[in-house]
């Protein structure tokens, strides 16, 4: 057991390194799809509004008592990290090296891309959508909950999770069951007027491409 933890400790660590430095080894192609993915990302805001009118209900709660809190709670971080623990250390305990991996992979994934999100939201500030003050409503450099709302983290957490499980699993029940949930979760959290439509597509795809990289 202690062999086995100083190994995914280390890979853990190593994996960390290789993550956040990412930037730094991309290539021309990289940072092309990078300057495309910020185009769409400001086409995105500019629909925000109006998608916010079709979509979202007059609602400042997550929980509502209905079934969109099935996603919302799959988005917790601390359910998440919890089940993910779990699987780990019944992995280590059992002597299972698929199951430790696999929840070792998890932890990665959700620490990985909740340090990225945190970031980015901490820096833009974004004004969540029950304020009613705009899709182009910034306040930069803000720790308060209510100015954190680009992008989503329930939503990134949710396919961080999914995409380990499901591509570890590497069925396609799986890969239904699993990114169908993760998409449950990004769309109660515009249905509940918590996020815009932008904030769900930029979290879910950071949440897919951190679970795909670990």
């Known amino acids: 057991i202690g062999e086995n933890l100083l190994y995914d400790g280390s890979i853990f660590l190593e994996d960390a390194g290789s993550f956040f430095t990412l930037p730094l080894r991309f290539d021309t192609d990289d940072w092309l799809i990078t300057a495309g993915l910020t185009g769409a990302t400001l086409l995105m805001i500019s629909a925000d509004e109006s998608i916010k009118d079709k979509v979202g209900r007059n609602t400042i709660s997550s929980f509502n008592?209905?079934?969109?809190?099935?996603?919302?709670?799959?988005?917790?971080?601390?359910?998440?990290?919890?089940?993910?623990?779990?699987?780990?250390?019944t992995g280590l305990l059992t002597g299972e090296d698929e199951i430790r991996v696999t929840g070792r992979l998890m932890?990665?994934?959700?620490?990985?891309?909740?340090?990225?999100?945190m970031i980015i939201r901490y820096i833009a500030g974004r004004v969540r959508p029950y304020y009613n003050e705009g899709a182009w409503a910034f306040k930069g450099f803000n720790i308060d909950n209510e100015f954190q709302s680009f992008p989503s983290g329930h939503t990134v957490v949710a396919f961080a999770l999914s995409t380990v499980l499901a591509e570890r699993i590497d069925n396609i029940w799986a890969r239904i069951g699993f990114y169908g949930l993760a998409s449950i979760t990004a769309f109660s959290r515009v249905y509940n007027n918590q996020h815009f439509f932008s904030d769900v597509i930029i979290g879910g795809l950071l949440g897919f491409g951190t679970g795909l990289y670990v």
């Open 65 to 89: 008592q209905d079934f969109w809190d099935i996603g919302t709670s799959y988005g917790v971080v601390t359910y998440a990290n919890i089940f993910s623990a779990g699987v780990y250390t």
């Open 107 to 117: 932890l990665e994934s959700l620490t990985y891309s909740g340090i990225t999100v």
